[in-house]
């Protein structure tokens, strides 16, 4: 103990690789427990950028144990490129262990997206077509191929085979691709079976052990609260459940080794791809908050949609995953703007107050913003390391979201860099601070 989970809070990009990367310097364990390379966690260190998909955000920290648990999606493609990258750029990598049984993304997989969202035209999710639903999917189905099947050519092919199978009709237009065909494919995927084979483990087993021993684990999740294929705006969402429960399915421990639950969300609001955004602005102002947020994709580098800070929506995502702790990034991002809003209840389309987030899909997508008003700020607080060199108004606007919320706050990003961050004064209990 202590384990500590880090979720997104809103629909993703809140920070959460930043967040992640922060704490690891404390924590002994990094687990990333969902999603797969669909995410992009960008963390700046000594003005170095590393954007991670796949990799846990704490192997920027030589020696700490990073999991890729069982929860996860793998493109072994991409994992084993982020690994030669990583060690190109003089990181040890030697420290990452990844679950036997988590799932594989295969080269018809990143096809049935492709083919998915081309089928849903003007309805489309607008997904990373990196494979992600068509992985789960046959997960669920119990047609998945997991790490460990590398590990064995006549097992590999029978479940290829096997797995091929029901999709045969969808993957017609795609017969003639080379990555297609059985014997490559089983090549492809033994040869990174080989690479890979050394960090294969099982990672439960592991990651329990070091919380008897009394060690802090991290559990990093990817996208956010919104995009839960369960409780997000569903179908505008991914495909795994990117809500702090799942980080004891997707590493393999219980809910009591849980502790805290930490939220990031920006102090303001994006959203990637379709789907409702009750907050969302359009014209210049959204184009200014996306530039000064450099709010474009760290995976696939669209624009993305941008809005103010939407206290119901948070809210909710308090709930659903029990936070314990808010971590607020990009407060710098907000400088500037005389009147800072935050939406603190819906209108329905029918003229409805709605104080907490609809069920009912139609609902959300018609709902508007009522916005609190509070005073802005002026300063570059980009330098700013505690609380008290803050401006007043931007503290306000801090409580105002902590008190909404009911949450505390505990830290405050205020650049992308590593040490742009503010620890509140409201901090002092986490586990985090105290092994400070
Ligand atoms: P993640 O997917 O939740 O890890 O977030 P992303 O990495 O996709 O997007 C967050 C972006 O904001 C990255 O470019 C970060 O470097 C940047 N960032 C994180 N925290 C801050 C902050 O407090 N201020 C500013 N200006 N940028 C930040
Ligand atoms: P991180 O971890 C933001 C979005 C996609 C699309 C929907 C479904 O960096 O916060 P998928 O490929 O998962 O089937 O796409 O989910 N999406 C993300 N948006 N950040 C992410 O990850 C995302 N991962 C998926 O844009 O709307
Ligand atoms: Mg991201």
């Given amino acids: 103990m202590p384990g500590i989970v880090i979720v997104?809070?809103?629909?993703?990009?809140?920070?959460?690789?930043?967040?992640?990367?922060?704490?690891?310097?404390?924590?002994?364990?990094?687990?990333?427990?969902?999603?797969g390379n669909n995410a992009g966690h960008t963390i700046v260190r000594e003005g170095v950028t590393y954007k991670l998909h796949l990799m846990p955000s704490g192997i920027l920290h030589p020696g700490k144990l990073c999991v890729i648990g069982n929860g996860v999606v793998i493109d072994p493609k991409v994992l084993t490129d982020e690994l030669d990258e990583l060690r190109h750029r003089g990181i040890d990598t030697?420290?990452?262990?990844?679950?036997?049984n988590a799932h594989l993304i295969m080269p018809y997989h990143m096809m049935l997206d492709e083919a998915g969202e081309a089928k849903l035209g003007k309805l489309q999710i607008g997904t990373t077509r990196?494979?992600?639903g068509p992985s789960y999917a046959d997960k669920a189905s119990r047609l998945g191929i997991r790490m460990q099947d590398l590990l064995d050519e006549k097992i590999l092919k029978k479940k290829i085979v096997a797995a091929l199978e029901p999709k045969r009709l969808s993957l017609r237009p795609f017969a003639k691709d080379p990555a297609l065909d059985l014997q490559s494919m089983t090549d492809e995927y033994l040869t990174y079976g080989h690479v890979l084979e050394p960090y294969i483990a099982d990672t439960s087993r592991l990651v329990l052990d070091r919380l008897d021993h009394g060690e802090m684990v991290v559990f990093e999740g990817a996208q956010g609260a919104l995009l839960d294929i369960d409780h997000g705006t569903y179908p505008f969402v991914t495909s795994s459940n990117p809500v702090a429960g799942a980080a004891c399915t997707g590493a393999g421990v219980g809910p009591r080794d849980i502790d805290e639950v930490w939220g990031v969300a920006k102090a303001y609001t994006t959203r990637v791809g379709a789907g409702p955004f009750p907050t969302e602005l359009d014209g210049d102002l959204a184009d200014e908050i996306r530039e000064r947020g450099?709010?474009?994709?760290?995976?696939?580098g669209r624009a993305r949609r941008v809005g103010w800070i939407d206290l119901v929506a948070l809210r909710y995502a308090a709930r659903l995953n029990s936070l314990t702790s808010l971590a607020i990034t990009k407060l710098d991002v907000l400088s500037g703007f005389d009147t800072l809003h935050a939406c603190v209840r819906y209108h329905s389309a029918e003229g409805a107050e709605l104080d907490?987030?609809?069920?009912?899909q139609t609902v959300l997508h018609h709902a508007t913003g009522e916005y609190a008003e509070l005073p802005g700020f002026d300063e570059d607080i980009s330098g700013c390391r505690s609380e008290s060199e803050l401006p007043a108004t931007a503290r306000e606007f801090l409580r105002f979201i902590a008190d909404y919320v009911g949450v505390a706050i505990v830290l405050v990003g205020v650049g992308p860099g590593r040490e742009q961050v503010i620890w509140m004064d409201g901090a002092e209990s986490s586990a985090v601070r105290l092994a400070a």
């Fill in 94 to 100: 030697r420290a990452l262990r990844i679950s036997a």
């Fill in 8 to 35: 997104g809070a809103q629909w993703g990009d809140e920070g959460k690789g930043k967040v992640t990367d922060m704490l690891a310097e404390r924590a002994d364990v990094i687990v990333r427990f969902q999603g």
């Fill in 294 to 300: 450099g709010e474009y994709g760290t995976t696939t």
């Fill in 356 to 360: 907490g987030f609809p069920y009912h």
């Fill in 130 to 132: 990196r494979g992600i």
